[in-house]
């Protein structure tokens, strides 16, 4: 399988499917590549379709040093993926840590970004919860590296917004909380300090966030919690953005609901590519709800 090498030596392991346009996909801190089957079995034949694992999770390199590990780090790495295969730009879209690496592809290299696609973004932006999850995702750190990933992974993937796909779909979530288990727990441990808690609340970007005008699709599941607020921060936010709520849906909206979810990210990429897609500026409507324009 092909490597790509950062500009600090990671080997970074990545895999292409299918030809066409290129989608990059960024997997959730507690996934990695292999997360992204359902979507590739689907759109590989209409589209390239490239997924790679994050530094810290094999195949790809797991640097030691906690310096290693950030979200300008995991924004080049991307970068260096979307390099190594050739591709000038694409369409992005990631889970969870993978949709805040999209979203800040976006802000610091539009123009490798064709469009985007951020699902289950935003556990812990908002200013209030900051700390707090900073708090648990040290903690969490902390425990990969005292009792080590299947310790961790029995508590993780039976979370408050993990359980709905358990009770969906058994067989997919036992394939989830194996891949949990088998993480390298010193990656783990470094990308939950170095990614997850150290990033910067997506609050405190909002003046760049209104500037992006590349067409952004924000996903969410209803249930999930961490990710509703800030969803729709966002949505009112980037002018070019529009927004999708799954019912009943928790964290792992590609996972739990893998047919909506393609059709939905299908249609998004086929208005991008058809230039049809014109999401509306709300600075464009004022006055009643009703959408009435009152100038």
């Not at 530094?55 to 390099?83: C, I, K, M, N, W």
């Not at 067989?171 to 390298?184: I, M, N, Q, T, V």
């Not at 441990?189 to 990614?195: D, I, Q, S």
């Not at 002018?239 to 999708?244: A, E, H, N």
Request: hydrophobic share 40%; proline share 5%.
């Amino acid at each position: 399988m092909p490597k790509a090498r950062s500009s600090d030596g990671i080997e970074l392991h990545y895999e292409v499917s299918g030809a066409g346009i290129p989608i990059l996909f960024i997997h959730e801190f507690a996934g990695d590549h292999r997360s992204w089957e359902p979507q590739v079995m689907h759109l590989s034949r209409s589209h390239q379709c490239i997924t790679y694992a994050a530094r810290g999770y094999p195949p790809s390199d797991v640097p030691t040093e906690q310096s290693a590990y950030s979200q300008g780090r995991a924004v080049e790495d991307a970068v260096t993926v979307l390099d190594a295969a050739a591709v000038d730009s694409a369409h992005c879209i990631g889970l969870s840590m993978g949709g805040f690496t999209v979203l800040h592809l976006v802000l610091r290299h539009p123009q490798r970004v064709r469009s985007a696609v951020i699902a289950g973004v935003g556990y812990g932006s908002q200013p209030e919860k900051q700390e707090q999850f900073r708090r648990e995702s040290n903690a969490i750190a902390d425990a990969f590296e005292a009792k080590g990933s299947a310790w961790v992974a029995d508590g993780y993937a039976v979370g408050p917004a993990r359980v709905q796909l358990q009770n969906k779909n058994a067989e997919a979530w036992a394939r989830f909380a194996a891949g949990l288990a088998g993480h390298d727990p010193r990656g783990a441990a470094l990308t939950m300090r170095g990614v997850q808690a150290a990033r910067p609340s997506l609050y405190a970007l909002m003046d760049e966030l209104r500037a992006i005008r590349n067409p952004v699709l924000i996903v969410a599941g209803d249930e999930d919690e961490g990710s509703l607020e800030p969803s729709l921060m966002l949505k009112r936010t980037i002018s070019t953005s529009g927004l999708v709520v799954l019912p009943q849906t928790g964290h792992t909206v590609n996972l739990e609901e893998p047919e909506i979810f393609d059709g939905v990210v299908e249609r998004f990429l086929a208005s991008v590519e058809q230039g049809t897609w014109n999401a509306r500026d709300p600075r464009a409507v004022r006055g009643s709800i009703t959408g009435i324009r009152t100038t």
